[in-house]
């Protein structure tokens, strides 16, 4: 640098430091602010009655479900006045809120898959409990294994072992009925499965929520080694 440009003393250093903070501070602002927008959702809906098969591919029940997740409305459902519009926007559906990256990280994907990969796998999991599931397909054999994040409740028990005896008691993930929570359900990048950083970092803000997280490991993806793949075909096909 010129010796001009350069700050003489330390009032000047710390103005010339502050000056570049302010100007990245707005920066990622900026950017956040491009980036602040609710998640595309695709959906098939059918259009209208779809009792006679016509239209999309949910059903009644599906539907409704996703109606109440975007905040859609059927065609034939009106608002009676604006204030039960307003009352309609402010509960929103989770795929419909905006979502707001957080500054530094969460405005750029890198760093946040890096953070991911790296915090995800040092967790607590006093509050949770973990199953892996073995599914047999009947088509050609594959063995396809699911493992399954479950939130304690901290309500039932006060001690780690008492939470687990209580939650092999009524949570089974094998039997009809015994789940009440919703599920969300997780699909590994290539080459990963359920044991890598950001999968675990999923789970954990699904169950910190409430509900019950499981990763689909893909034929030939086990991250414990234990299921090998005993068909030709392999991954996802």
């Known amino acids: 640098l010129h010796p001009t440009l350069v700050p003489a003393t330390p009032t000047g250093w710390a103005l010339g430091a502050l000056s570049l903070c302010s100007v990245g501070l707005q920066y990622e602002l900026k950017l956040q602010k491009e980036l602040t927008a609710p998640p595309l959702v695709f959906c098939q809906v059918g259009s209208g ?19 109440k997740l975007t905040d859609s409305k059927p ?20 795929f419909s809120r905006t979502v707001t990256p957080s500054l530094f990280i969460g405005t750029r994907g890198i760093v946040a898959s890096t953070a991911a990969y790296a915090l995800g796998k040092h967790q607590d999991d006093t509050n949770v409990k973990r199953v892996r599931e073995v599914m047999k397909m009947g088509a050609d054999g594959a063995l396809i294994v699911l493992d399954w994040e479950i939130p304690l409740d901290m309500n039932t028990a006060s001690s780690t072992a008492q939470h687990s005896s209580t939650m092999n008691n009524t949570i089974d993930v094998t039997k009809p009925n015994s789940i009440t929570k919703p599920i969300i359900l997780l699909l590994h990048g290539m080459n990963n499965d359920s044991t890598f950083g950001y999968i675990r970092s999923m789970m954990r803000t699904a169950t910190n929520r409430g509900w019950i997280a499981v990763c689909m490991n893909l034929r030939g993806q086990d991250g414990l080694h234990k299921v090998k793949n005993s068909t030709p075909r392999g991954y996802n096909a």
């Open 49 to 67: 009655n779809n009792s006679s098969g016509g239209g999309g591919v949910l059903n009644g029940r599906m539907e409704r479900i996703y109606y």
């Open 75 to 94: 065609n034939n459902t009106t608002s009676s006045s604006s204030s039960n519009e307003s009352t309609q926007h402010n509960k929103q559906g989770i």
